[in-house]
């Protein structure tokens, strides 16, 4: 990135900083945190412990950085190299990422940046100009992938309401200021288990591993009255909503799977949690050492603020999300394709100069499509 | 505390009432050398040893509910004895066997014990039990026992078998629900070690007069189960190296860390002769089943089929992986070495 478009970065997330202590607070039991940052094209800084928001926003202002983070985790010793910090206990999160969600509409709003010659276009194969295939693709806003999202963090509440009994009021929604959502749960049974009983939890939740026998399908002496039931709990009543349809065809539909067989039911089975087993990325959740986006701060990937979400169904992140100014700047932008921030149209934008409001340049630059002119 | 009587402590021995049991009964440890009344405890002491070292499970002739005060009596006792033996012996590898043994034999009463519909304090006590050495709290509902998901989390992540996969089982408001027989399972590996620890940090008595020959006996018997084969480590990477120290130990290999070994060996050119040995001290050993496990993995019998390592990364998953320096870059453990310069 260019000197002038980190000064201009710099500049703008240092005013949202300055302006926005009221959205950037410090979580419940701050001491017992671990905090980290990262500035502008420069390495993570971590081990860090924070008592209050007054020296969290001394933190940012002297620093400006581009991303901010804070652990999940609870130590004795935040500050400490990490196999000294006594970790005692981790709130259970959750990523969901659209670009996981395997959406057929990511072509239509995704471009590519080549690598070797920088060359911006529609094609995610290999660069149009000069045929390298090391691209970099970035997505620019997209509604149907945030729905698909929000389907995902809903089906992920009904799991961890129903089937592991957490409450609605321990259960926060973030949006993650890209893409997708952050899930938090707190005071649940979960605090003190390890990464690899996180493991199993989300293969749980994402149905993932699961045998034809959990769903009543045997390899031999089969039994009809061993497959699921409508209206049963967890995911055999899921996987019967799913398969049956109503009420009225279960009968007919467990003789067709009784006699297609056991290896047709494990594909079937396989289908079914492709469709209704929530699609986390495992990973996040098995770290307990991690330090995840801080609410409240700029995710440097688009000048998007992770914010929480009161209203998830009417949530809007192009609108709710963008809290960097309208003051206008003039950048050279090159980005193929069309999209919506905070109801405003910008682009195609093919290689050219233009004037734009922060928001929108920062959201650019921040996806490498746009630098300053 | 629990409050037990004389069928429960026949039945759960290793329970903190059971010491307190033989102080109330008055009987100094020297009169087992010498009484001989006393004669057959010693002897069904030495018998419940025996058969743990076979790698079997010691059946008693008490029936539930229906045996006299003091065929339980000698039931406790034996038990008790059996562990001053195994001090008096000195011996490491019996404390794993008899532990185990002990362990299966508490789960089947357990087991039985949680499967008594009609009888509630049957149930309450095993639920208690379960509480009191491990801290799950396990309530009943219908045929089912309710685990909390947490709880069934920490001790079923070290079993490989995909039905204990929380996917596989019924999950509702924050427990998981399992027949009696599960309910046990899950707490096999923990009874083993309350009941290992339990012997391991009991005193060790001055020798009894009268029962140096069981002793050395026993001695003997401990010595014949240490193996004598040594193995050269030196080419081997960290994930092999480590199965062949627990198993010299005599501590448990998890199955799979078993079937790592034997099929790294096998691709490595030793024979069933040759590797069946390494299995001798693990405390389940069983020649016939190890020989014929063997055999089956090498192709030798069943479908023909030879069975190669595992990857590093399916090792990864099962915890069987130590990663060292000289790992890196090889994707399974029977490429360890070749690629040095």
């Known amino acids: 990135m260019k000197e002038s478009d980190l000064l201009f970065l710099e500049d703008s997330f240092k005013k949202y900083y300055f302006n926005h202590f009221d959205l950037i607070k410090v979580p419940e039991r701050t001491s017992e945190r671990e905090f980290g940052y990262q500035k502008f094209n420069s390495g993570m800084t971590r081990h860090i412990s924070i008592k209050d928001d007054k020296e969290l926003h001394l933190i940012l202002m002297q620093n400006i950085p581009s991303d901010v983070y804070c652990s999940n985790a609870y130590y004795t010793f935040p500050s400490l190299q990490m196999n000294e910090k006594d970790w005692k206990e981790a709130d259970l999160i959750f990523d969901i990422d659209a670009k996981d969600l395997n959406l057929p509409c990511r072509e239509g709003h995704t471009v590519s940046i080549c690598n070797e010659c920088n060359e911006v276009s529609k094609t995610l194969t290999q660069c149009s100009k000069c045929n390298s295939s090391k691209l970099e693709k970035k997505s620019v806003p997209c509604k149907n992938c945030i729905d698909a999202s929000k389907i995902e963090v809903e089906k992920l509440s009904q799991v961890l309401i129903d089937d592991f009994a957490i409450t609605k009021e321990n259960i926060q929604v973030y949006f993650s200021g890209n893409e997708g959502f952050h899930v938090y749960v707190y005071n649940s049974q979960f605090q003190e288990i390890g990464s690899r009983e996180r493991s199993e939890l989300t293969d749980y939740i994402s149905l993932r591993g699961a045998i034809p026998e959990t769903f009543g399908m045997r390899k031999l002496k089969q039994d009809r009255a061993a497959l699921p039931d409508f209206d049963e709990k967890g995911w055999r009543g899921r996987f019967s909503k799913q398969v049956f349809g109503s009420k009225s065809k279960r009968s007919k539909i467990i003789t067709e799977l009784l006699s297609n067989g056991y290896s047709s039911f494990q594909k079937t089975l396989d289908d079914v949690s492709e469709n209704i087993g929530v699609k986390i990325d495992p990973n996040v959740t098995m770290d307990i050492h991690r330090i995840f986006r801080l609410p409240g701060s700029i995710n440097s990937k688009s000048g998007l603020t992770k914010i929480q979400c009161d209203d998830l169904a009417k949530f809007d992140p192009y609108t709710e999300a963008s809290f960097l100014s309208d003051d206008t700047v003039e950048v050279i932008a090159n980005c193929p394709i069309e999209f919506k921030l905070k109801n405003k149209k910008f682009g195609p934008y093919l290689n050219e100069k233009t004037t734009l409001p922060t928001f929108a340049a920062v959201y650019m630059i921040c996806k490498k499509l746009a630098r300053i002119a | ?341």
């Open chain 2, 1 to 341: 505390m629990l409050e037990l009587g004389t069928d429960e402590l026949a039945k759960y021995p290793f329970l903190e009432g059971a010491g307190k049991f033989l102080k109330e009964k008055g009987f100094p440890l020297s009169q087992f050398g010498t009484d001989p009344d006393l004669k057959s405890v010693v002897d069904k002491a030495y018998h419940r040893l025996k058969v743990s070292t076979k790698g079997g499970v010691y059946k008693s002739e008490i029936v539930d509910g229906e045996a006299s005060d003091t065929a339980r009596e000698k039931e406790i006792f034996s038990f008790l004895l059996a562990i001053v033996l195994i001090k008096l012996s000195g011996m490491h590898t019996l404390v794993k066997r008899f532990a185990l043994a002990e362990a299966r034999r508490a789960e089947n009463h357990l087991e039985k014990d949680l499967g008594k519909a009609s009888d509630k304090s049957k149930i309450d006590l095993a639920i208690r039990i379960i509480y009191d050495l491990f801290h799950i709290e396990v309530t009943k509902e219908d045929e089912f026992f309710k685990i909390p998901v947490s709880d069934y989390l920490k001790h079923s992540i070290d079993f490989h078998e995909r039905e204990w996969k929380l996917v596989n089982r019924y999950v509702e408001n924050g427990k998981v629900l399992l027949t009696p027989d599960k309910t046990v399972r899950l707490i096999r590996k923990e009874l083993g070690t309350y009941i290992t620890s339990k012997i391991t940090n009991a005193p060790t008595p001055p020798m009894i007069p009268g029962l140096e020959n069981i002793v050395n006996e026993l001695t003997s018997i401990g010595k014949a189960l240490t193996p004598s084969y040594t193995i050269t480590t030196g080419e081997y990477p960290p994930c092999i190296k480590h199965a062949i120290e627990i198993l010299e130990k005599g501590e448990n290999l998890p199955h799979s860390g078993r079937f790592m070994l034997a099929t790294f060996l096998l691709s490595k050119g030793q024979t069933v002769q040759q590797i069946a040995p390494l299995f001798k001290n693990a405390p389940d050993y069983n020649p016939r089943v190890t020989l014929y496990q063997l055999n089956h993995l090498a192709g030798t019998s069943g479908s023909g089929t030879q069975y190669s390592c595992p990857s590093c990364e399916k090792l990864k998953t099962q915890s069987l992986c130590f990663p060292i320096p000289a790992c890196d870059n090889i994707i399974n453990p029977l490429q360890f070495g070749r690629k040095k310069k």
